[in-house]
């Protein structure tokens, strides 16, 4: 949905508050235009926010997309669709995406406002994650783990079972990106646990970027 050109101008100035929902397992959901862009928020996070979204976009550039031959990328947690977006207009990659999302909410709020805008075949599967990695036999070449529930991943995703099933699903010669938050000492001290005890077990060969307050763990070194 295009905003008029007076809110663009003004929004660099300013945050339109454009609408607010109750998801199905997001309490609270609300769309705001601000600096020219879409920006999803929860009560207490950012789950959206085009290339500001910048956990991702700086991954995106410190893995050096170009060096990888990747065609298939699956992303678990659509929000509106920031990992397509930048990946498709900021560093104009032609992938075919799989996206998983399980708030119909946010499936609404993604396709009113930002995904009639790209131009790369998506796919959209309206599921729980964990049964969708639990099942799925394909495998991609970039797999982008993105969920949270507000500020909090949900413990079924830290799990090594998930892990090893998500493991299963990323390419041999892919790359798996799963984001968590590493701003206050309490997110420092819980992603180091998850990723030192829990991560690198499944993964040997992990590594981390550390980017704007998140560390974006990665199944191997790059």
């Given at each position: 949905?295009?905003?008029?050109?007076?809110?663009?101008?003004?929004?660099?100035?300013?945050?339109?508050?454009?609408?607010?929902?109750?998801?199905?397992?997001?309490?609270?959901?609300?769309?705001?235009?601000?600096?020219?862009?879409y920006r999803l928020d929860t009560?207490?996070?950012?789950?959206?926010?085009?290339?500001?979204?910048?956990?991702?976009?700086?991954?995106?550039?410190?893995?050096?997309?170009?060096?990888?031959?990747?065609?298939?990328?699956?992303?678990?947690?659509?929000?509106?669709?920031?990992?397509?977006?930048?990946?498709?207009?900021?560093?104009?990659?032609?992938?075919?995406?799989?996206?998983?999302?399980?708030?119909?909410?946010?499936?609404?709020?993604?396709?009113?406002?930002?995904?009639?805008?790209?131009?790369?075949?998506?796919?959209?599967?309206?599921?729980?994650?964990?049964?969708?990695?639990?099942?799925?036999?394909?495998?991609?070449?970039?797999?982008?783990?993105?969920?949270?529930?507000?500020?909090?991943?949900?413990?079924?995703?830290?799990?090594?079972?998930?892990?090893?099933?998500?493991?299963?699903?990323?390419?041999?010669?892919?790359?798996?990106?799963?984001?968590?938050?590493?701003?206050?000492?309490?997110?420092?001290?819980?992603?180091?646990?998850?990723?030192?005890?829990?991560?690198?077990?499944?993964?040997?060969?992990?590594?981390?970027?550390?980017?704007?307050?998140?560390?974006?763990?990665?199944?191997?070194?790059?």
């Amino acid at each position: 949905m295009q905003q008029p050109l007076w809110k663009h101008i003004a929004s660099y100035l300013t945050e339109f508050r454009i609408e607010a929902v109750e998801g199905q397992h997001n309490p609270y959901l609300e769309v705001v235009y601000s600096r020219g862009r879409y920006r999803l928020d929860t009560e207490n996070a950012i789950y959206s926010y085009e290339n500001l979204y910048t956990n991702f976009y700086y991954s995106f550039r410190q893995i050096k997309l170009h060096k990888h031959d990747f065609k298939n990328v699956l992303i678990l947690g659509l929000g509106l669709g920031s990992i397509p977006m930048m990946l498709e207009r900021d560093y104009q990659r032609e992938y075919h995406y799989t996206a998983v999302e399980i708030d119909e909410e946010v499936l609404y709020l993604a396709n009113k406002y930002t995904l009639h805008e790209l131009e790369s075949p998506i796919e959209i599967i309206c599921t729980d994650a964990r049964i969708f990695v639990e099942n799925c036999r394909e495998k991609y070449d970039l797999v982008c783990m993105d969920i949270f529930l507000d500020d909090v991943i949900p413990n079924e995703f830290e799990q090594t079972g998930f892990l090893e099933n998500l493991k299963t699903l990323v390419a041999p010669k892919g790359l798996l990106l799963y984001n968590r938050l590493f701003n206050t000492q309490e997110d420092k001290a819980i992603t180091e646990h998850f990723y030192e005890d829990i991560f690198c077990k499944t993964f040997p060969d992990a590594t981390y970027l550390n980017v704007d307050g998140n560390w974006m763990l990665l199944n191997r070194k790059i």
